[in-house]
T-cell receptor, first 115, second 112 residues
Framework: AQSVAQPEDQVNVAEGNPLTVKCTYSVSGNPYLFWYVQYPNRGLQFLLKYITGDNLVKGSYGFEAEFNKSQTSFHLKKPSALVSDSALYFCAVRDPRGGSYIPTFGRGTSLIVHP | NAGVTQTPKFQVLKTGQSMTLQCAQDMNHNSMYWYRQDPGMGLRLIYYSASEGTTDKGEVPNGYNVSRLNKREFSLRLESAAPSQTSVYFC???????????FGEGSRLTVL
């Protein structure tokens, strides 16, 4: 079975400060990991993914995420937050063994960037 | 390139009425999905279709049916709507391999 946890319902950060949105996962094998962003009244948009290779993954809008196998984490980071980064962020995991087509999503973390 | 298109964007139903949510993608993806999003619950999978001609139940299939009409289209039907089905519904598609999901803009359904 696969699962993902986003331990924070909300993260508050001041504009210009670094931000981190946390994600931990559980799968039996090597995971495929994803981050998505959802702006108000919009669908989810893909930010970045880890499949294999370098543990530090860079994505859209200056976001990056670090895959840590020993801690089973995939935290989303950005060096300097913008007010426009305020949105709902979802982490997702998929175990590719057996040809699984189904990603499991976390419950989401609301990021609020204060001016 | 339109991506994933959902219709309608908004719908209000009375309890017991039926309706179909339409979804079409123009990216030639094999896999398609229907999710519902409720406050505090994240995204929950209703049904998915790994490829044309196949459909499978997800986490919350009760009260719903789906049809994979062709490779492009994947519809979700509520035969007898209930207030518990008030939600925002998202259709998504995915290319083969390690691909990410592409989402539509959502359909906001209210059942009175």
């Amino acid at each position: 079975a696969q699962s993902v946890a986003q331990p924070e319902d909300q993260v508050n950060v001041a504009e210009g400060n670094p931000l981190t949105v946390k994600c931990t996962y559980s799968v039996s094998g090597n995971p495929y990991l994803f981050w998505y962003v959802q702006y108000p009244n919009r669908g989810l948009q893909f930010l970045l993914k880890y499949i294999t290779g370098d543990n530090l993954v860079k994505g859209s809008y200056g976001f990056e995420a670090e895959f840590n196998k020993s801690q089973t984490s995939f935290h989303l980071k950005k060096p300097s937050a913008l007010v426009s980064d305020s949105a709902l962020y979802f982490c997702a995991v998929r175990d590719p063994r057996g040809g699984s087509y189904i990603p499991t999503f976390g419950r989401g973390t609301s990021l609020i960037v204060h001016p | 390139n339109a991506g994933v298109t959902q219709t309608p964007k908004f719908q209000v139903l009375k309890t017991g009425q039926s309706m179909t949510l339409q979804c079409a993608q123009d990216m030639n993806h094999n896999s398609m999905y229907w999710y519902r999003q409720d406050p505090g619950m994240g995204l929950r999978l209703i049904y998915y279709s790994a490829s044309e001609g196949t459909t499978d139940k997800g986490e919350v299939p009760n009260g719903y049916n789906v049809s994979r009409l062709n490779k492009r289209e994947f519809s979700l039907r509520l035969e007898s709507a209930a207030p518990s089905q008030t939600s925002v519904y998202f259709c998504a598609s995915r290319e083969q391999g390690a691909g990410e999901l592409f989402f539509g803009e959502g359909s906001r359904l209210t059942v009175l």
